[in-house]
């Protein structure tokens, strides 16, 4: 089993940035491929970004340029730097986690076998 706890959500006005954190913890070893989704209210749960073992990023192209993920495998932490951000960036942000490779691909397809317990961000005009 893997634990992931995120920290960072906050309130934020637009045009500002925020750093979102994420530790695993428990059987780390087994996660390959760790990521970001968001669900704003009323909506589906959607994906935001994602990263491999080897530090290889994908995103959505609603954020691209925006935000960056990136990870620590020493510290076991996966970060979101978002910057610039857009009321419609308001949303509660999920760390997942997967013991799956191709990190886009399979959070894409397949719901990723761990979840942390999100974070709320929240952006004001």
């Known amino acids: 089993q893997v634990q992931l706890v995120e920290s960072g959500g906050a309130l934020v006005q637009t045009g500002g940035s925020l750093r979102l954190s994420c530790v695993a913890s428990?059987?780390?070893?087994?996660?390959?491929?760790m990521g970001w989704f968001r669900q704003a209210p009323g909506k589906q749960r959607e994906l935001v970004a994602s990263?491999?073992?080897?530090?290889?990023?994908d995103y959505a192209d609603s954020v691209k340029g925006r935000f960056t993920i990136s990870r620590d495998n020493a510290e076991n932490t996966v970060y979101l730097q978002m910057d610039s951000l857009k009321p419609e960036d308001t949303a509660v942000y999920y760390c997942?986690?997967?013991?799956?490779?191709?990190?886009?691909?399979?959070?894409?397809?397949?719901?990723?076998?761990?979840w942390g317990q999100g974070t709320q961000v929240t952006v004001s005009s």
């Open positions: 997942a986690a997967d013991p799956n490779r191709n990190s886009w691909f399979v959070f894409s397809h397949f719901a990723p076998d761990y």
């Open positions: 428990g059987d780390i070893f087994s996660v390959n491929s």
């Open positions: 990263i491999t073992s080897g530090a290889s990023a």
